[in-house]
């Protein structure tokens, strides 16, 4: 069992495109969230200017 009530991660792989295609998680409940992926450029040269979150107040943010 993983921290935060997640019991099981799941990562697939395309291989022939050499491509995440999606990470899967499941809580304690048997809950699963799905992110799927498609399209991806991981070699993307990205501005940090780009990307700003700051969670509100009292909001619980998951770390994967």
């Known amino acids: ?3 935060d009530g997640i019991s099981k991660i799941e990562i697939l792989l395309n291989l022939p495109k050499e491509e995440l295609a ?3 998680y499941e809580d ?3 809950q699963r969230t ?3 992926f498609s399209n991806t450029n991981f070699n993307k040269k990205l501005n940090k200017k780009d990307f700003s979150y700051v969670p509100k107040k009292n909001e619980k943010v998951q770390e994967l």
């Open 1 to 3: 069992k993983l921290d």
């Open 22 to 24: 999606e990470i899967v």
């Open 28 to 30: 304690e409940l048997g």
């Open 34 to 36: 799905v992110f799927a």
